[in-house]
């Protein structure tokens, strides 16, 4: 069942060119006679590829950690993004963040980011009262989280220590067992350079940046996939190391589509951790009933609107 939000933010469908690429929409000189997959107009279609379906009736049972833990799933929880915020291509919600370090820490404890981005997991971690240790590569998205940071209101002076350089080149500088919780999203392969509906609506037209940007050490710039895998698998080794024992990881990816191929990512982040030493514990879905709707593949190929990520939790026993 839709909720209304969603349908508020279906994008016309019925109007747009068809596409079965979800980068690539063919021009508008596609016969109509082109084979179609099934009965439904472009409203109906677009809905349908929704990646998450869910009765509207559930929605109160899936607001905290706790309810996560029974159902599998959370809704996210987005608060108003401040003028810094926007200007990153892949943040994520401080709510959403807080209720993962309140689950999983208690107070005055230490967490970790090895990918700061914007500040959302050192704001979190503050307002929770726990110390925080984070690293960015970029100077632009290292000073937009400082400069998020210096505006919040510590009153429970806890610290928080940011650090800009590699982030596995850090951790492998920081002392074993001193973390009490490791909390990020980590760079996507090969996705933020594309050019579809989603890209021009809500980055290109609006003057924003769609990828972090090109520094040779950018886990993003990986060449392969398999190769993007391997040298992420060196920064959950030191994951392992870092982390204090019986605590918890927990890892919020999306999965996504390249070229003609839909790749399970959440799926590998586990393996890795497995990989690595750390024993899952659980999949949480984080439902982002919020985003717009796109008319991927219509009318002749699936193609999935993403609307939500998954967070893996691991632990080191």
Known sequence: MTSKAAEDSVFNADSAPSSDSEA???TSNVKTSRKRLNDMNGKDWVKSTKSVWIDSN???FMRTVEDAMKSGSMFSESPPRDQWKKKHPATFSENDVGKLIRFFTQSGE???DPFLGSGSSAIAS???GRHFFGIELYSEWFDIAKQRINQLDN???VSCDIRMGDSLEVMRGLEAESFDFIVTSPPYWGILGKKDHKAKNERIDKGLATD???HPLDLSHVESYSQFLETLSEHFSEYYRILNRSKYAAIIVSDF???KEYYMFHSDIASL???NGLVIQGLIVLIQDNKKLYPYGYPSTYVPNISNQFIVIGRKL
């Open 257 to 259: 589509r390249h070229g």
């Open 58 to 60: 559930d929605r109160e």
């Open 126 to 128: 503050i307002n929770e």
């Open 212 to 214: 972090y940007g090109n």
């Open 155 to 157: 009153q429970q002076n």
């Open 110 to 112: 230490t967490v970790l």
């Open 273 to 275: 951790m497995r990989r």
């Open 24 to 26: 690539t929409p063919e």
